[in-house]
């Protein structure tokens, strides 16, 4: 870690000129005492590095004198190709240490129009009313992506209140709009299909030793079909409002999820005689299959909308009680 903090300090200098320590200590977040013993360490290695104390001081390199060390560490290597280092990223500090090195090495006529550019243009992923947060089991994540290993994923569905357990190969991790989303596919043999997973609905993450096989679809193609289900029109299909009960709601969309086209909204609503109660919003493939899955629950459901499906749901329960009890 010190070596890493040493060159970062040696590249600080090189592209930024003169830098006073407490500029260096909240660039390397360390303090200021532990720059000042870094620049002995550089002084003492060789490094024409020297201080000026005063008004108008500062730590400072020889005039011209450069060092060619740019080679990347892997981590720098992955946050600099990957592009996703905002600010609740754990490769965030290994993405500004590659841009630091690029800097250094770029010279010093073509650096100021590079410094500008990231110093005048800032990307903030997040919306006026979401925050971008680090998920907590972000890193771990991304450390399996890179590696290509499988996951044991410890996941809670959206309104769910059981946590299930499921073996992936991971594709790879998309952050939209602030929201980090896991894009996996079943482990088991015999399943040929992708899902998304919001990482902040993750409980808990084991990177297993079992690689990912070669064949898996390039994340591209795979997100893109992803995000257009997602983002699918509700004509596409049935938009179903019903009401149910908190406690059923995970239940409910785990029976109705191969049949969705879309993500589910879960609404809380009002507690009605100290019972929980949330309000789903969902887009079923097409009416027979929202009868299947609804009908089958009973009375845990209460359709709102469509109509037509309370009709059809109504006329279908008239004909299974004239089957099954014709007196």
Same mark, same amino acid.
């Given at each position: 870690?010190?070596?890493?903090?040493?060159?970062?300090?040696? $590249?600080?200098?090189?592209?930024?000129?003169?830098?006073? /320590?407490?500029?260096?200590?909240?660039?390397?977040?360390?303090?200021?005492?532990? =720059?000042?013993?870094?620049?002995? *360490? @550089?002084?003492?290695?060789?490094?024409?590095?020297?201080?000026?104390?005063?008004?108008?001081?500062?730590?400072?390199?020889?005039?011209?004198?450069?060092?060619? +060390?740019?080679? $990347?560490?892997?981590?720098?290597?992955?946050? @600099?190709?990957?592009?996703?280092?905002?600010?609740? !990223?754990?490769?965030?500090? /290994?993405?500004?240490?590659?841009?630091?090195?690029?800097?250094?090495?770029?010279?010093?006529?073509?650096? *100021?129009?590079?410094?500008?550019?990231?110093?005048?243009?800032?990307?903030?992923?997040?919306?006026?009313?979401?925050?971008?947060?680090?998920?907590?089991?972000?890193?771990?994540?991304?450390? *399996?992506? $890179?590696?290509?290993?499988? +996951?044991?994923?410890?996941?809670?569905?959206?309104?769910?209140?059981? +946590?299930?357990?499921?073996?992936?190969?991971?594709?790879?991790?998309?952050?939209?709009?602030?929201?980090?989303?896991?894009?996996?596919?079943?482990?088991?043999?015999?399943?040929?299909?992708?899902?998304?997973?919001?990482?902040?609905?993750? =409980?808990?993450?084991?990177?297993?030793?079992?690689?990912?096989?070669?064949?898996?679809? /390039?994340l591209p193609a795979v997100w893109e079909r992803l995000r257009e289900q997602v983002e699918r029109p509700a004509s596409a299909g049935v938009?179903?409002?019903?009401?149910?009960?908190?406690?059923?709601?995970?239940?409910?969309?785990?029976?109705?999820?191969?049949?969705?086209?879309?993500?589910?909204?879960?609404?809380?609503l009002p507690v009605l005689e100290g019972e929980r109660l949330v309000e789903v919003s969902a887009a079923f493939r097409a009416l027979p299959?929202?009868?299947?899955?609804?009908?089958?629950?009973?009375?845990?459901?209460?359709?709102?909308?469509?109509?037509?499906?309370?009709?059809? @749901?109504? /006329?279908?329960?008239? !004909? +299974? @009680?004239?089957?099954? *009890?014709?007196?």
């Amino acid at each position: 870690m010190r070596a890493d903090r040493l060159l970062s300090l040696l $590249f600080l200098l090189q592209t930024h000129g003169r830098c006073t /320590a407490p500029d260096l200590a909240r660039r390397l977040e360390v303090s200021t005492r532990t =720059v000042l013993r870094d620049v002995e *360490a @550089l002084s003492a290695a060789g490094v024409p590095v020297w201080t000026e104390r005063g008004r108008g001081g500062g730590i400072s390199l020889v005039e011209n004198w450069r060092t060619d +060390v740019t080679g $990347f560490t892997t981590a720098e290597a992955r946050a @600099l190709f990957s592009g996703s280092a905002g600010t609740g !990223d754990p490769q965030r500090p /290994a993405w500004e240490s590659a841009v630091r090195k690029l800097l250094a090495a770029t010279p010093s006529a073509q650096r *100021a129009p590079f410094a500008r550019a990231a110093e005048r243009i800032l990307v903030e992923p997040a919306g006026w009313r979401s925050r971008e947060e680090r998920p907590e089991h972000l890193a771990p994540l991304q450390e *399996a992506v $890179f590696s290509a290993r499988r +996951v044991r994923l410890r996941y809670r569905s959206a309104g769910a209140t059981r +946590v299930t357990t499921r073996t992936l190969d991971p594709l790879g991790l998309v952050a939209k709009g602030g929201t980090w989303y896991l894009v996996a596919a079943p482990a088991e043999a015999g399943r040929d299909w992708e899902r998304l997973f919001r990482v902040d609905r993750v =409980v808990g993450v084991d990177v297993l030793d079992d690689p990912v096989p070669a064949d898996l679809p /390039a994340l591209p193609a795979v997100w893109e079909r992803l995000r257009e289900q997602v983002e699918r029109p509700a004509s596409a299909g049935v938009r179903v409002r019903l009401r149910v009960a908190a406690a059923d709601a995970g239940m409910l969309l785990r029976i109705a999820d191969a049949q969705l086209v879309s993500e589910p909204v879960v609404r809380e609503l009002p507690v009605l005689e100290g019972e929980r109660l949330v309000e789903v919003s969902a887009a079923f493939r097409a009416l027979p299959a929202a009868r299947a899955v609804l009908l089958g629950l009973g009375r845990l459901v209460v359709v709102l909308e469509p109509p037509e499906l309370v009709a059809d @749901l109504v /006329a279908t329960a008239r !004909d +299974v @009680l004239a089957t099954y *009890a014709p007196g």
